[in-house]
């Protein structure tokens, strides 16, 4: 099949690196890329292994005339079988402009599940409610990526009987243990063996909820003797960040954190850690960091967020969000199960075993083509 994607932006994002994963992994059908906005780094990646990206550089949260115009055309020009949206922007715009070029086969992606006034810009919000009208039309599919997103957005129109969920998927190839590179970072970083290290990939930003891991450590380190340090991994999670170091400063966790910034060896750095953390407090609909935290055979804990626990099963630890007394006691249980050798290797191995059988890239494929095939 021919499938032409249309994505909103090529940032640093969710549903963008699953996207990117998508179309690298999939050699059986013919995939290009259109992004409203940016290439982004995403983007050069996608070019770098031939994949044809088209960038319209409209600015945030605004269409311009030219902009549309060039989708069109490239919509016309491209002739795919299916148009396979990303996000809300993306879905709106991408949907009514391929239906104007003649094309039925359409399918939406949500890659979100928290749309708090709050929260989420008014164009945004708009953008949701004129989805939610147009779903009953305009879109043949509408895949979530979890479950909770299903939820939430038919309580908000979108028409449930053409929703299906399809979880992300991941290349255990690629997210796998490093045990060789766990040493060399430690050291890198100065985390000797004995130390319990917890780490947290994610970008800065509210839903992320750093305050909250950050008062977590705070408790941490009141409850637990033992050694242990945590190590943050992410955009704007560096030493240029003041609001974040004056977090840090107040709790009396400074000399706990080591800030890392942006990395790419994720693998590697998962293989480092003894757990990873996740102490959002909304908008995770899918978050991909659980699962390749879990393909590598590191354990987690979550908030419940999104489908974070579903991820998870039994194999970590699941705690409220906006309570960093329950993540501090998720923490302390962690550590003091390191004592228990025997127990934590099982741990470790149902983890991987856990993504490999459920959220593996080729079973997302294969739904994926199965559900474009349905719309042909």
């Known amino acids: 099949m021919r499938v032409l994607h249309i994505i909103t932006d090529f940032d640093d994002g969710g549903a963008q690196a699953v ?45 311009t005339i030219a902009g549309v115009i060039k989708l069109y055309q490239l919509i016309r020009q491209i002739d795919a079988d299916i148009i396979q949206t990303w996000m809300y922007h993306s879905d709106f715009i991408g949907g009514i402009v391929a239906r104007i070029a003649g094309k039925k086969a359409v399918v939406w992606g949500i890659h979100n599940t928290n749309l708090d006034p709050a929260k989420t810009s008014t164009s945004t919000r708009a953008i949701v409610r004129a989805c939610g009208f147009l779903s009953k039309t305009l879109p043949l599919k509408i895949v979530s990526c979890s479950q909770e997103g299903v939820k939430v957005h038919a309580a908000l129109g979108y028409q449930s009987q053409k929703m299906v969920v399809i979880p992300n998927g991941y290349d255990i190839s690629e997210f796998a243990p490093q045990p060789d590179r766990r040493k060399q970072l430690r050291d890198l970083w100065q985390i000797p063996e004995q130390t319990t290290l917890f780490g947290m990939v994610a970008r800065w930003n509210p839903q992320k909820d750093h305050a909250n891991l950050i008062a977590a450590l705070s408790q941490l380190q009141e409850r637990v003797q033992s050694p242990w340090h945590c190590v943050t991994i992410g955009s704007n999670m560096s030493e240029d960040n003041q609001v974040l170091l004056e977090l840090l400063d107040r709790a009396g966790v400074r000399d706990r954190v080591t800030l890392l910034g942006i990395r790419t060896d994720i693998p590697a750095v998962m293989s480092a850690l003894d757990f990873h953390v996740l102490s959002s407090a909304y908008g995770e609909a ?40 329950g993540l501090a006691t998720a923490m302390a249980a962690a550590i003091g199960e390191l004592s228990n050798q025997t127990t934590l290797v099982q741990r470790r191995v149902q983890c991987r075993e856990r993504i490999e059988a459920n959220f593996n890239l080729q079973i997302m494929i294969d739904r994926y083509k199965d559900l474009w095939a349905s719309c042909i």
């Open 19 to 63: 996207l990117c994963r998508f179309v690298t992994a999939d050699r059986n059908n013919e995939h290009q890329v259109i992004s409203l906005m940016n290439i982004g780094a995403y983007g050069e990646r996608l070019i770098d292994v031939g994949i044809k990206v088209h960038a319209l550089d409209m600015p945030k949260s605004r269409l």
């Open 286 to 325: 899918f978050p991909n960091v659980v699962a390749e935290a879990m393909a590598c055979e590191t354990p987690c804990i979550v908030t419940e967020v999104g489908d974070s626990a579903l991820i998870v099963g039994e194999t970590g630890w699941v705690v409220p969000s906006s309570d960093p007394a």
